[in-house]
């Protein structure tokens, strides 16, 4: 092609840039297991938030990068090779691309703000993504300098239907796949004021393989196809069969409506999902930290290590506000009678005859709890609230405890 200023193709180059990381988004949202397996999903999920920020900044740029040039008629290139069109025949849907991007970003940033369901919010994001992918793909075909080469034509297309097909499978081909897998409520009960125990049962198949710590996407009393799921926490065991249970605290939306699900409604899951999971580790212990309901896997994993009479030491630290929203105090406190476990609560409010741990989960509590001999070679699982886990996090690394040795997920759905 002709000579183009250098500022002009850095322009380009910003739209190319920013049209190709919005469609590997709609991948890096699929919740593909043979993507995210070894990352983990909270990772995944993560650098997909830093890709739609970057994304947008690329975007943004693009067209106040060009040098425009006034007119349609410019003697000098009768071929309009180097200069820019101003039809706005070609430009339409690229100014729309640009009006609609920034906002529908923003609003993913903002939703947990706004008082919306989460089904309403994912369903959006997927719809917005889709036309905010086809308007630019009209966009980079029809005013393009170089993406209307046949070779980016081609490019444009396999990425865009690669695109297609990962919304395809996760609105359609997922829920078929639940259809003919499903399971159903075997009990529901009432642990503290606010916690609940769901356990599901599998109906007409064997269940799933997982490991203990992993978590599903959970939907209980809709079809597969209503987008009415959450992400939970496995607490049961690979061991103590193909029941799957649940830790759930009430927060909102369908975890405010536990009270009305009874047994043998139908359920269906997408995953398992995560790598929070002690398998295959060879640490002589575990301390596992919890904050809250983020004991839940870390529940899964002491069951599993009791039913397969695991033989490195561990250690849970449990962190709650009041004693009794603490879950399953006599099946841990079992566990610590059995000599392998420690186990050692903590209480924010505690009550006037409490004896056990005062304050808060933090960098001070773990530090009296645990030896340096333990820092240097032991494994630290965390799950909690995220001001806990950085807390923790940052002293475990100033003790000098490996990066591949301190296991935690972070959850935000933007």
């Not at 916690?195 to 007409?204: E, H, L, R, S």
């Not at 359920?267 to 295959?280: C, E, K, R, S």
């Not at 004991?295 to 039913?307: M, S, Y």
Request: aromatic share 10%; net charge neutral; glycine share 10%.
């Amino acid at each position: 092609m002709a000579p183009r200023s250098f500022r002009n193709d850095i322009a380009s180059g910003l739209g190319l840039l920013a049209f190709a990381m919005i469609l590997a988004e709609f991948v890096l949202s699929g919740r593909f297991r043979s993507g995210s397996g070894g990352l983990g999903l909270d990772i995944t999920i993560r650098f997909h938030q830093l890709m739609a920020r970057t994304a947008l900044a690329f975007a943004v740029l693009h067209p106040f990068m060009y040098r425009w040039l006034p007119g349609p008629h410019r003697p000098w290139d009768p071929t309009r090779q180097l200069t820019l069109t101003t039809d706005f025949s070609e430009l339409v849907t690229g100014i729309l691309a640009f009006l609609l991007l920034p906002g529908f970003v923003i609003l993913s940033m903002k939703h947990d703000d706004l008082d919306y369901r989460y089904e309403i919010w994912r369903l959006v994001h997927g719809l917005g993504a889709l036309l905010i992918a086809g308007l630019l793909l009209h966009h980079a075909l029809n005013a393009g300098r170089y993406s209307a080469d046949p070779v980016m034509v081609w490019m444009w297309g396999a990425m865009t239907a690669v695109a297609g097909f990962s919304l395809f499978a996760v609105y359609c081909l997922k829920p078929a796949y639940q259809v003919m897998h499903r399971w159903r409520v075997a009990a529901i009960d009432r642990l503290t004021p606010h916690q609940w125990a769901v356990t599901i049962t599998p109906d007409g198949h064997s269940g799933v393989p997982y490991k203990a710590g992993q978590f599903v996407w959970l939907n209980i009393g809709h079809v597969p196809f209503s987008l009415a799921e959450n992400p939970f926490s496995i607490s049961s065991a690979p061991s103590g069969g193909p029941d799957l249970s649940f830790l759930i605290k009430e927060a909102g939306d369908f975890t405010s409506q536990l009270d009305q699900i009874e047994a043998g409604e139908k359920a269906y899951i997408d995953g398992p999902h995560g790598t929070l999971t002690v398998a295959g580790r060879h640490e002589p212990g575990i301390a596992l930290i919890a904050g809250g309901v983020g004991v839940a896997p870390l529940l899964g994993i002491l069951r599993e290590c009791h039913l397969t009479d695991d033989p490195r030491q561990r250690v849970l630290v449990y962190g709650n506000r009041t004693e009794d929203q603490i879950v399953c105090r006599e099946e841990t406190e079992a566990f610590a009678r059995s000599g392998k476990t420690r186990v050692i609560h903590v209480l924010r409010e505690p009550g006037a005859d409490w004896r056990g741990q005062r304050g808060v989960v933090d960098a001070d509590l773990i530090e009296r709890v645990f030896d340096q001999s333990q820092f240097e070679t032991w494994l630290f699982v965390l799950c909690g609230p995220p001001k806990m886990m950085t807390s923790v996090e940052e002293l475990l690394t100033s003790k000098g405890v490996a990066a591949p040795r301190i296991l935690s997920e972070r959850f935000q759905y933007d």
